[in-house]
């Protein structure tokens, strides 16, 4: 009787074991599953942000955009000079470590000011390889009185991948840096008709 209560003690054991094992490999593979199909989607995500939403292309890749969008580039340009332009009246002014509020019409006697501040940096992302301002979403410019005066902009793909710091030098120079000023994208000293 003894042997027959361990065998069946045994036997429910083993079936336990065997029963927590089995749903264990089965969560198993369902995260392993759930976890292949979030890294497909990703990279899927990723191939298409690489394409079409990042303003700036890769130097090494060629780039189609350029000649499809050729005859839209002054609408291109347009639209997101009207977007980037929105009419702002203030504007934030820093110096050394202080920082006010000025309305732009005590800026308007600087060569760029926040009028034409725009139209440097979306003239300068244009005439980058692989650039289309269109393709970009600007934030609100902000003064540094430092030197002769200098303007920065902070920008963002309109895809929500990839962050830009526009600084644009009263000598129409712009310099263009890839996140928060982590490298420089471009440089280019920029001309307005």
Known sequence: MKKLLIIITTIAVLGILASVGFFGYNKYQEVELEKDELNA?????????????????????????????????????????????????????????????????ELAHFRINRDNVFDYVIAAVNQTEGGDASLIKFQQPTFNEQGDGIWKIAANNKSGVGAYTFIVDQDGTVTIYNGTMDEVIDKQKVTLN
């Open 41 to 105: 989607q990703q990279k899927d995500k990723s191939n298409d942000n690489d394409n079409e939403g990042s303003g700036f292309s890769n130097p090494a890749e060629p780039t189609a955009k350029a000649s499809e969008t050729g005859n839209n580039t002054e609408e291109n340009q347009d639209n997101t000079q009207q977007q980037a332009n929105d009419g702002s009246e203030t504007v934030e002014v820093s110096a050394g470590g202080t920082h006010r509020t000025v309305n732009k019409s």
